[in-house]
């Protein structure tokens, strides 16, 4: 079998496997490279060289360096600035979008969205704001200004570093400039002006209360004389359970212990504050003995403290109907009081997102050990905008899931970064050390200047920028290593050599000379706008990282064909392999706003479509006065 039919029969493979979603896509891009070692398409000396590819290096300085804006506090500064804006939905708009699209030329996009979306939260809190007006625009805004410089999206860097092999000369930093503004200009405009107005208006998820419905879940129940809890532990409790239900807090002699914190045995007269519904509060009371017995002892005690008053008391001289108002005044407080819900103060309470990368997708709370390994208790899921009703053990988490934990303070962000989520919660923003901020610019600065000028190359003046953060103190060290999003570097190093492949085994000339055979009658324009079509769906159902390796070799191809210039076919691949606006799975962005969104996976064409439309009668005039044939 030829060479290039298996290549075929790979990425045939691979394309499935990531379109599916069962496996994360770095374990699919390492099994594609694996198995094209295997089947003698990549040498096995050479199978792994693209982990040192200036492509990958790139990427994890720029993610790094990107972590070092968080921290010095360059990025609070600007988003103090966002929280300004006011009610009206147009600058809320303008300026969640306009900062998102600027931060992204020049931060990874993933980076500047997830420091933009608690703004973008809060902002819809405080106003009263439907989130999914917001976050579709947020996420989109994040992809166009990736288009701006070579370090704002990975396949910016893949195309820059392929041109550099091809011609010896890659792309510049601002070679991708002119386009890529123009483009981002374009879909800024169309989004705040007509594109929000496509988007799904979710009502009522702004909140974390309305979302969970929290109030109406947490309820108190006690460790009475007869329970069986009795001398167990919160472990104890759950392994009779067999079923992990949140105990958020335990009260003893009036004082209440979180429950994360609580380790001692369970005594008679204990209170748990637990998160459960109806079918959980039954399960604890046929296993657990307890019982909603706070509330019933207070009925008991008005009941006996009535008896005593009507046994010992002289008969009251007070009107009948009069007492009748104020035992019924007295009533309904009770009732007011209860409908506010349990006092959830002090449990510290967070609402996360679960990141693409996370170590929690398609995993379980008891696989994950989230109590013993990482001090959390899960409170509540939801999913496309609802909380999940299912048994909370039994979930297997998604991207894009929005979790209700509880946690200590001091471990929650440690824990919550370890695990892949980023905080909804409204944070306070801290302006950071202002000398740390100069820095973290100047270094940045410098880095740039020196690709600018043909000092260095973009690869090695961004790992010494990132370096330098390192060494001065920007970014303490851990976090630097967290910072560098391991599954985008696996799926880089795995997919460079497999896209060597389609053009060493002669699989990308084939597919250019098929495309070439179609469109001979055609104008070279034609066949530039339909490898514009075909890279921009192609990135709509997988990585766009994937989707430039994969369209750059056929790009080089048909430039060769048509005989001209293969700087507008490259040009062309980099933009629309950064335009995945149909689904919510093309890119990371829109995945992480689908839950806080309270988005549907049909939602994003709404929207998405007609951007790519406007993107593509806006990008492809601006590649030929730029970048001519």
Known sequence: MADSTLVFIVLGLTLAAFVWGRFRYDLVALAALLGSVLLGLVPGGEAFLGFGHPAVITVAAVLVISRGFERSGVVDVIAEQVLKVGERLFLQLAA?????????????????????????????????????????????????????????????????????????????????????????????????????????QRAGKASTEEMFDTANYLVELKVGEEAKAIGWTLRDLHAALEETIPVLA???????????????????????????????????????????????????????????????????????????????K????????????????????????????????????????????????????????????????????????????????????????????????????????????????????????????????????????????????????????????????????????????????????????SLLHMGRDWPVVATLVGLFVITMMLSDVINNAAAAVLMAPIAASLASGFEVSIDPFLMTVAVSASCAFLTPIGHQSNTLVMGPGGYRFGDYWRMGLPLELVVMAVAVPMILLVWPL
């Open 330 to 513: 007295e009533k309904k407080e009770k009732k007011k009081e209860k409908k506010k819900g349990v006092d959830t103060e002090g449990l510290e309470l967070v609402e996360v997102v679960v990141r693409t990368d996370s170590m929690m997708v398609n995993r379980t709370v008891t696989q994950l050990r989230l109590h013993n390994q990482f001090g959390l208790h899960l409170v509540a899921v939801a999913r496309d905008g609802g909380r999940l009703k299912q048994r909370l053990r039994e979930i297997r988490f998604r991207p894009g899931d929005v979790l209700l934990l509880q946690g200590g303070e001091s471990e929650l962000s440690e824990s919550l970064a370890t695990l892949g989520c980023l905080p909804l919660a409204s944070r306070d923003l801290t302006l950071g050390q202002p000398r740390m901020l100069l820095v973290s610019l100047a270094i940045f600065a410098a880095a740039i200047l020196a690709i600018l000028f043909d000092l260095l190359p973009a690869a090695v003046a961004l790992s010494t920028a990132a370096l330098l953060s390192l060494l001065v103190g920007v970014l303490p060290l851990r976090d630097g290593y967290q910072a560098i999003d391991g599954p985008v570097i696996v799926l880089l190093g795995a997919m460079i050599p497999v896209g060597q492949a389609l053009e060493t085994s002669g699989g990308a000339e084939l597919i250019a000379e």
């Open 250 to 328: 335990v009260v003893r002699d009036e004082k209440r212990r979180a429950g994360h914190a609580f380790h001692g045995s369970l005594r008679e007269g204990d209170i748990l504050l637990v998160e459960a519904g109806p079918e959980e509060m039954k399960l604890l009371e046929d296993k657990a003995g307890l019982s909603l017995g706070a509330e019933a002892e207070e009925d008991e005690v008005s009941a006996d403290e009535a008896a005593s008053r009507e046994s010992d008391e002289e008969p009251v001289q007070e009107n009948p109907e009069r007492q009748n108002r104020k035992e019924s």
């Open 96 to 200: 969640l979008t306009g900062t998102v699209v600027v931060l992204s030329g020049f931060m990874n996009n993933v980076g500047a969205l997830a420091l933009l979306l608690p703004v973008a939260m809060r902002l819809a809190r405080e106003h009263d704001t439907s989130p999914s007006l917001l976050l579709m625009p947020l996420a989109f805004g994040s992809l166009l200004g990736g288009l701006t410089t070579l370090i704002g999206t990975p396949p910016n860097i893949i195309i820059a570093s392929y041109r550099g092999s091809v011609t010896g000369d890659a792309f510049g930093m601002f070679s991708f400039s002119p386009v890529g503004v123009s483009v981002a200009l374009a879909g800024l405009v169309f989004i705040l002006l007509l594109g929000w107005r496509l988007v799904p």
